[in-house]
């Protein structure tokens, strides 16, 4: 029906020492009401190891010709209801579950060498709303709540448990130009060496222009606004 709508693809990728992977999605698309969509979806994605993970070697690091790719299926609950034509809300529950994920061990000889080794599991929920005027002002913000953990029950390394985004953008010198401020919170997450290390809020300034001036568009943006540190995982 046209309420009911099912999507189905997938992909195949063939490489020279890595052989064959088949990555397939889904997605089950129901409309029960005009503005009200629910989707039920399904994927599976791999990442191939790069050359540097696989190959790198010096007095501390080994190398593994045999690594193979990191693994990772998706399914995902999302209810999206849109209020008007400047309001809308999507929710979402996901969970993933990732497999031989590429870890470094250290070696009896002491050197260390990257190998598939690592598993998880990611439960989650995301709640994002979008607001729009007719001045053209553009609000858009959304929260995450995951847990990932390892096969021993522990959080996972480099894994917050909550993130954030907001972003606002609005329209000066007579619409010439379009002014974006972008805040992007992480809460803390664990290194390798189980310590945790402190959450952290960025900001991003962007000035983009509306209208292309000989077929040309530009922009300028200012990362890190505030000079914010944010630690990442060793």
Not at 104 to 121: A, E, F, K
Not at 219 to 226: A, G, K
């Amino acid at each position: 029906t046209d309420r009911l709508k099912l999507n189905v693809g997938g992909r195949i990728e063939q490489s020279t020492g890595l052989g064959s992977n088949v990555s397939p999605r889904a997605a089950l698309i129901y409309t029960p009401f005009d503005h009200t969509t629910i989707k039920l979806s399904y994927s599976s994605a791999f990442r191939r190891p790069a050359a540097y993970e696989q190959f790198y070697h010096d007095n501390s690091q080994a190398v593994n010709p045999a690594l193979g790719p990191e693994f990772i299926t998706s399914t995902e609950l999302t209810i999206q209801q849109q209020f008007s034509s400047h309001i809308r809300i999507v929710g979402s529950l996901y969970h993933y579950k990732t497999r031989d994920l590429i870890t470094s061990v250290t070696l009896p000889s002491g050197l260390n060498q990257n190998i598939n080794s690592g598993s998880g599991h990611t439960n989650g929920l995301e709640l994002e709303l979008v607001r729009l005027w007719d001045n053209g002002v553009r609000m858009r913000g959304s929260y995450a709540r995951q847990l990932s953990t390892d096969p021993d029950g522990l959080r996972m390394v480099n894994a917050p448990e909550n993130l954030g985004k907001f972003n606002l953008t609005f329209p000066m010198l007579q619409a010439a130009v379009r002014t974006g401020l972008e805040l992007q919170y992480t809460s803390s997450r664990y290194t390798e060496t189980r310590h945790e290390v402190a959450g952290y809020t960025l900001a991003n300034l962007t000035f983009s222009s509306e209208k292309p001036v000989y077929g040309l568009n530009a922009s300028f943006s200012i990362r890190n606004l505030f000079d914010q540190i944010g630690r990442a995982h060793v």
